[in-house]
């Protein structure tokens, strides 16, 4: 069964400490895994699509990194405008649904 | 600007009664979908579709019903059935063609549903 972890589910940081957010995916075949920002209130904002182990992508102050097993989401000195929650999805091969995560609720400390 | 409306933002719903939930997309996506998002769990998939005129069920269909009768518009019924509705709903679309299939979704804004 095609599945999505997200740890921790909630991370909090003091402005300028940089962390890392986890998705562990089990999927048959994977053709893509997205991030996602999801503010309070609002649809998820797309973030990265990766595609194949060792692939990396950046945008700012993220950077999303991929294995076969799972994907990390390395925030670098990260600030309050960051806070949010970050969604992790998947889609299989074997169809056209996507999979998501529960979500990491990140919160950035003046 | 392209994009996907979702309205209303906030809907209220009456017993035994059925509300529908709009979404309009103007991204020329194929693919459209149906999401509930309740506090401390994952987007759960409600219908997707990924043609006009054609439409799937996903993992909690029951108590919802839709239509994709044009492109860039597919519409949520909430029934009288669905027993728990209160919730947050999103709608997404994405390209679903040929190798093109592997791209993103992207998200209205939601429609926060309530019981009165």
């Known amino acids: 069964e095609d599945q999505v972890t997200q740890s921790p589910e909630a991370l909090r940081l003091q402005e300028g400490e940089s962390s890392s957010l986890n998705c562990s995916y089990t999927v048959s075949g994977l053709r893509g895994l997205f991030w996602y920002r999801q503010d309070p209130g609002k649809g998820p904002e797309f973030l990265f699509t990766l595609y194949s182990a060792g692939e990396e992508k950046e945008k700012e102050r993220l950077k999303a990194t991929l294995t076969k097993k799972e994907s990390f989401l390395h925030i670098t000195a990260p600030k309050p405008e960051d806070s949010a929650t970050y969604l992790c999805a998947v889609q299989a091969n074997t169809g056209n649904q996507f999979y998501f995560g529960t979500g990491t609720s990140l919160t950035v400390i003046p | 600007d392209g994009g996907i409306t979702q309205s209303p933002k906030y809907l209220f719903r009456k017993e035994g009664q059925n509300v529908t939930l709009s979404c309009e997309q103007n991204?020329?996506?194929?693919?459209m979908y149906w999401y509930r998002q309740d506090p401390g769990q994952g987007l759960r998939l409600i219908y997707y579709?990924?043609?006009?005129?054609?439409?799937q069920k996903g993992d909690i269909a029951e108590g919802y019903s839709v239509s994709r009768e044009k492109k860039e518009s597919f519409p949520l019924t909430v029934t009288s059935a669905q027993k728990n509705p209160t919730a947050f709903y999103l709608c997404?679309?994405?390209?679903?063609?040929?190798?093109?299939?592997?791209?993103?979704?992207?998200f209205g804004d939601g429609t926060r549903l309530s019981i009165l």
């Open positions: 991204l020329n996506h194929d693919a």
């Open positions: 997404a679309s994405s390209i679903n063609r040929g190798w093109e299939s592997n791209q993103p979704q992207h």
């Open positions: 579709s990924q043609i006009v005129n054609d439409f």
